[in-house]
T-cell receptor, first 116, second 117 residues
Framework: GAVVSQHPSRVICKSGTSVKIECRSL??????MFWYRQFPKQSLMLMAT?????????EQGVEKDKFLINHASLTLSTLTVTSAHPEDSSFYIC????????????FGNGTRLTVT | AQSVAQPEDQVNVAEGNPLTVKCTYS??????LFWYVQYPNRGLQFLLK??????LVKGSYGFEAEFNKSQTSFHLKKPSALVSDSALYFC???????????????FGKGTKLSVIP
């Protein structure tokens, strides 16, 4: 089955630094990937849609200059949290869709970001 | 805009008993419906989907879901619960119309399932 690899699984950084999270589709090509944020005991909140070779589409209220998304190839999308602050601490999850109109989304295992 | 409701924050069931996790939806037109499971500090794993056809959909790990158009529901079921089924379950819907955003999923808030030994 389709596998999405997300790295790192956990990261701790100091306030003011930047952190990059990678999302790779291992055995399929993904023209579109999605980035979600999940708060404790809450559902997933869509942050942005990442399109290969073009700019990402951000959801309302998500700062595009803070959450930089790059989708440089059909198998890799990256999310960079710039100038991180403690309130950015969260669980970030990426997903990708294989080709085929009704294919389900496949999710990475998520990245637990802690900003100290 | 579409929405998903999971009315129960938590469901407790004894091991070996049947389980049901409820989900209702609101969407224009015909829905595409999904169930995902999330284990602690992990991403979501796909369980099953309803696109069209039989209202009863069978998925991974013995789970199934029944699509009921008149009640706009898509409840997740399993005949005999296992302790290892304990996890967070998400129902999701996406629009069927093609175009921008057509593959974005709208998730319910999740239901925590606890299977008691």
């Amino acid at each position: 089955g389709a596998v999405v690899s997300q790295h790192p699984s956990r990261v701790i950084c100091k306030s003011g630094t930047s952190v990059k999270i990678e999302c790779r589709s291992l055995d399929f090509q993904a023209t579109t990937m999605f980035w979600y944020r999940q708060f404790p005991k809450q559902s997933l909140m869509l942050m942005a849609t990442s399109n290969e070779g073009s700019k990402a589409t951000y959801e309302q209220g998500v700062e595009k200059d803070k959450f930089l998304i790059n989708h440089a190839s059909l198998t890799l999308s990256t999310l960079t949290v710039t100038s991180a602050h403690p309130e950015d601490s969260s669980f970030y999850i990426c997903s990708a869709r294989a080709t085929g109109g009704n294919s389900p989304l496949h999710f990475g295992n998520g990245t637990r970001l802690t900003v100290t | 805009a579409q929405s998903v409701a999971q009315p129960e924050d938590q469901v407790n069931v004894a091991e070996g008993n049947p389980l049901t996790v409820k989900c209702t939806y609101s969407v224009s037109g015909n829905p595409y419906l999904f169930w995902y499971v999330q284990y602690p500090n992990r991403g979501l794993q796909f369980l099953l989907k309803y696109i069209t056809g039989d209202n009863l959909v069978k998925g991974s790990y013995g789970f199934e879901a029944e699509f009921n158009k008149s009640q706009t529901s898509f409840h997740l079921k399993k005949p005999s619960a296992l302790v290892s089924d304990s996890a967070l379950y998400f129902c999701a819907v996406r629009p069927t119309a093609p175009g921008a955003g057509s593959y974005q999923l709208t998730f319910g808030k999740g239901t925590k399932l606890s299977v008691i030994p």
